[in-house]
């Protein structure tokens, strides 16, 4: 009879434990981390988020998109200086943002200033997600969710703002194959990754760092934020890049040492293989060579100014007419101007020679400044080489 009555209170212990009785706590998943939600059809979101590595305590924050609202939906901090990040988040358009201080790869310092990412997540239900949230995802964000909002899904949309982010920094690298969206780039070949890609976007990660760095010598208030708001704005708009903003990042690959920046990265991200930029400041600098031995004179029959470029005699030497070619796989641009920052050229030209003339006649007296640049069939831009000249 004892036994009876012990095996009868056992089993009424355990219905009242399992119907959830008031008298004790357990852990629940109601909220995630976050504390938000019902969390009835929550799933692991899981990611990294990359200008290099956000350092710990980091803030991630995750908003659900619904047409031209937001909303918090989740919280959480990046766990170590890894950037690494973990939440539980509900199905559905998401914009996963993280703001906080990051590794300079190119200089092996934390930033001083907090700069904020953001990528756009599809979520699927009950299944989990793990993404990488960059200056690229930054950049092709705003322009994903306008796609979105006008009816594209969200495969198109991204597909579309990740292309179009490409074509707007052409410019300085020219044509870099990827094959995967910009969502699946990190900076270090992680499982499930491309070393290609991974190595485009640490190639942009550094070319970005250097430019800030170097611009802000003379411009003290010029930040990371500043660069990646005017990028952003580029891509939105389907702007091209301003000639200030493109020389700086012109000028900046060519301070990119990969074994510097892959040196410093390993001491952060121990234990990981680091992607490969060599191959990407190899593929983009040849495009970036001005063009080659620019000169002027004056040919006096005509009352004409003339120049010569890309071409071994100069063009006060009547052997230059024997080097003059019609171009093709690139055109030239040309400028003139009365002004030394070409802010109102007098010419503005696509040009398929090595030799221009303009008759004296066009121009009016005075000084005068010429330049001219490779625009490659890919939208890859030289440096500009310049001179000047007068016309009497």
């Known amino acids: ?84 990040f973990s939440l539980e988040v509900e199905p559905g358009l998401l914009s996963v943002a993280t703001t906080g201080r990051y590794y300079d790869e190119t200089e092996a310092t934390y930033s001083n200033d907090d700069v904020t990412l953001k990528a756009l997540v599809n979520k699927d239900p009950e299944q989990q997600a793990n993404i990488f949230v960059n200056a690229l995802t930054l950049l092709s964000h705003d322009y994903a969710v306008e796609l979105i909002n006008l009816g594209s899904s969200y495969e198109q949309a991204t597909l579309e703002a990740d292309s179009r982010v490409k074509n707007v920094l052409a410019a300085v690298t020219g044509d870099i ?34 430019a800030v760095n170097e611009r802000r010598i003379e411009e003290p208030h010029y930040s990371m934020n500043t660069l990646l708001s005017t990028l952003r704005a580029d891509v939105l708009n389907n702007d091209a890049i301003d000639e200030i ?99 109102s050229p007098i010419a503005d030209l696509d040009w398929q020679r090595n030799f221009f003339s303009i008759e004296h006649t066009s121009l009016g007296s005075g000084t005068h400044y010429f330049r001219v640049r490779k625009r490659q069939a890919d939208g890859q831009l030289s440096l500009w080489a310049q001179t000047d000249f007068v016309v009497p």
């Open 245 to 343: 903003t493109l020389l700086s990042l012109q000028e900046a690959n060519g301070r990119l040492d990969a074994a510097s920046i892959q040196q410093n990265l390993e001491a952060v991200l121990i234990g990981e293989t680091i992607a490969d930029i060599g191959d990407v400041i190899e593929a983009v600098s040849p495009g970036l060579v001005t063009p080659s031995n620019l000169s002027t004179s004056v040919e006096p029959t005509a009352g004409a100014q003339q120049f010569c470029f890309d071409m071994e005699a100069v063009c006060s030497n009547p052997e230059h007419k024997a080097e003059i070619v019609t171009v093709s796989g690139f055109s030239y641009e040309l400028q003139i101007d009365d002004n030394a920052d070409f802010s």
């Open 1 to 84: 009879m004892k036994n009876t009555t012990k095996l009868a209170l056992f089993i009424l212990i355990a219905l009242l434990l399992s119907c959830g009785g008031e008298s004790f706590s357990v852990s629940s998943n109601d909220g995630g981390i976050s504390g938000t939600g019902n969390g009835g059809s929550k799933s692991s979101l899981t990611g990294s988020a990359y200008k290099g590595p956000f350092i710990q305590d980091s803030e991630v924050d995750v908003l659900k998109i619904e047409g031209d609202t937001s909303s918090v939906v989740a919280s959480s901090q990046v766990r170590a200086n890894l950037g690494d």
């Open 177 to 210: 194959p990827t094959s995967q969206p910009f969502i699946n780039m990190s900076i270090s070949n992680r499982a499930g990754t491309t070393p290609e890609d991974n190595a485009y976007a640490l190639y942009i990660s550094s070319l970005f760092s250097e």
